[in-house]
């Protein structure tokens, strides 16, 4: 009976897709402690039978792919069959706590070449606990979900910038 209802890989409840991404204050020579980068994620659950329940997690986000530079916190939901929440991830210092991501010298000069020319190139990384639970049947899994990357316009030496996505991008779930 348990494998019956139990969340399949090939028909994962859990959908991520990205909508926008925002940054404000950006300064390499303050070692990035100042910027703050806004990420509006939704989380849907397609599923007409089981119940969501994410933990709270922590994200971080990648500079090209391999290089954190930030982190953000995200308070745990529960999404009910055929519900969604859109969530703002705020990733900035505050987020970190005391261990803040180490950022290299190269990574600093290579991201205020960027600024120059006036793109950057984001990925948003996460671990998530997600149970699954329909009656008294549950399931718990640990999901690394694999997000596109971001590539975000920069407004000339206000280091600013953002895009809104005319079609979310779509964050790969495998159970």
Known sequence: MASRYAPKPQQQPLILKIHSITMSGLNVSCFLTETRWNVTVLFANWNSMLEMSIHSFESSLYYNYSNPISCAVVEAMHLGPKKQRLVEMQFNRAQCGEEQPYVDDWVLERIRKDEIKGEMSFVVGMKLRVSYRTGILGWD??????????????????????????HPKVCLVPL
């Not at 899994?141 to 005319?166: A, E």
């Open 141 to 166: 899994y640990d999901l690394n979900p694999h997000c596109p990357k971001l590539d975000m316009q920069l407004v000339p030496s206000t280091g600013n910038g953002g895009i809104i996505f005319d």
